[in-house]
């Protein structure tokens, strides 16, 4: 921080990100230079060959020019290391060394195409470590050379040129102009931050129909994506080094907790019953949301067996299903579904392989073992289910029953929608009802399917007032206060440890970003002794690192506060900028708030969060609510713990090992001590 600017633009890269890099670099030419040297020593400076004369030329010229460039970055390496993230000062030199260092690339292009030259000309009856060290020259030269131009690609901000100190307010002219031309700066910036990231999406998702739907989408992506970051002068290492430090001192928090602070129940309490009960058919009806997955799922969590137990029924049921099947058939995932479930053909009312962006896979079936009809509605797999879960902005969600704001994720409403149409209007429940009178609707599903299923509950509750819902690390900006509390009725959702996508809500990742400001502005150790740490702790673990602060010996009340540093790290004009300058300002004044749906099962390790790769992992469970997942937890497992194998063996693991892993709803849990 701030972004380095050199010729006449702002970058995506920090004076003090050279380090690693500039280190690295100065290891191959230092490790270059000296087997230069030793072949020039041990032929004392006389080569005999027809090249001779050129080559000895070639080698002295090179030593120079690599003496200088070692020279070069040995400053930048320096230079670059001193200071903090928020005391650039001692770093003023960097952009002085970084055009000196781009000088250089010229005469050692040069010197590359001439080594080229000579290599195919002039080293006949030269001897193979001569002619060798000239190719490893000339080969080195271009390597660097392209890697270069692809870190020069890397790093370069399309709005280098609107973020320029003297227009983003490091100089002392900006202060000086009225909040509202400060502001119309900050917004001339953010609508070319849009365009720009519609280009991109447009580039990635270019085998896609650019119909009306793709084109709203990117739009809505755009401006969500453009304007988290937009706000501050930050650099992607900032961010990076700012997770790093959060991940530990969120760890750090974790481990002060009590781990004795909890509820006593006794034995029989109904809490304990209804949540071993609710655990056992949440385990049951999970399998239908791995197998709405379809076959990719199966091959993964089978890598050694799944292809060929499906290989002998894909050809047989392409035929066989063609009278279930809506939209296009993808091969084996009828069989994936077939061996997942234990299902029979004859139990399968409906399958839908049809995916497009709002619209996701499904299938409905008669599940004898509950009996119950059951919907199960497939996550994310697509690029388009990608663009349906980035689509994060709110539309109204008409519920007759719910009293107050029903509204609710755009992307996700639209897919429920689009299921209900095809439920009632299609007639697909009446005929399934029309089978099995007597059976209860089930709606399940995973990550996507599961906001989905608990929107598509919502629709349908009111028409089948026995429906439940399970929805299995379900989206954390999912749904309205209102339209959360109505679904208690009717949903459970189950999160498992430090997933990430229930914690995932506009809100939330504003205050995650807040949180990477106040650590980014109150560290005072370099970033890549930060970086360095942070690597090695989330590879190794260990002692999370207290790094010496320019906070730590404030009150913790204190760090509610507003810091100068902070105010530095933000854009003038932006909404930050003055949610964080006034008291008054409300933390989150554009985004509508969205919790998770329905009664929450919360899924833990129990015993120490590092382990070694093959112990045996055992859960615990109990039941939590919506502020629990108000902060985004970092770790390496936030990943891991959501995939949907992952959640199906800790769902199996916890009814095995009923009496051991359940307890009861504790305050300490419920509400997570976190950063």
Known sequence: MPGMVVFGRRWGIASDDLVLPGAFELFIRVLWWIATVVLYATHKGKFDCRGGALLHSYIVVLLI??????LTLCAVVYISAQGTIMNPGPRRSV??????????????FVWACLGAV????????????????????????????????????????????????NLIGESSGLRDLQSSESSQLFYTARSLAVRVWESRLRLLCCCLPQDDNHRAAFSSIAQLVSGFFSDTDLVPSDIAAGLALLHQEQDKMEHCRDPDDVIPHSPSSPIREDLETELE???HFMQFAVAAYGWPL??????LT???????????????????????????????????TGLQYRDFIHISFHNQIYEIPFFVALDHKREAVLVAVRGTLSLKDALTDFSAECENLPVEVVSGASYAHKGIS??????????????????????????????????????????LAALLHSTYPTLKCYAFSPPGGLMSKALAEYSKQFVISVVLGKDLVPRLSIPNMEDLKRRILKMVSNCNKPKYKILLHGCWYEVFGGTPDDFPTEMENRREEALSQPLLGEESLLVPGSTSYHSISSDDSPTHPTHLPLFLPGRIIYITEDGPSRRHCFSQVRYRAEWSNETAFHS???????????????????????????????CPSSHSNSHLNVI
Request: net charge neutral; proline share 5%; glycine share 8%.
């Open 118 to 165: 000579w290599v195919s000309d002039s080293s006949g009856g030269c001897e193979p470590a001569e002619t060798g060290l000239v190719i490893g020259a000339v080969v080195s030269s271009w390597i660097i050379l392209l890697s270069m131009v692809l870190g020069v690609l890397i790093v370069f901000d399309p709005l280098g040129s609107l973020r320029r100190p």
């Open 414 to 455: 639209q897919a429920a929608n689009y299921i209900y149409k095809k439920l009632v209007n299609d007639g697909i429940l009446s005929q399934a009802f029309n089978i099995a009178p007597e059976y209860k609707l089930v709606i399940t599903g995973h990550s996507l399917g599961a906001g989905t299923a608990s929107l």
């Open 65 to 70: 020019l690599l003496a200088v460039i070692i």
């Open 632 to 662: 985004v937890l970092i770790s390496p497992r936030m990943v891991a713990d959501h995939m949907p194998d992952v959640v199906h063996r800790a769902l199996c693991s916890l009814t095995r090992d009923r009496p051991f892993s359940l």
């Open 95 to 108: 952009p002085a060394l970084v055009y000196l260092r781009a000088f250089l690339y010229i005469p050692e």
């Open 306 to 340: 799944g292809l060929c137990k499906l290989s002998g029924d894909c050809c047989h049921n392409r035929n066989t299903e063609s009278d279930l099947v809506g939209g296009d058939n993808f091969g084996c995932n009828f069989s994936s579904i077939l061996h997942v």
């Open 298 to 303: 199966y091959v993964y969590s089978n890598p």
């Open 281 to 283: 058919k949440a385990a």
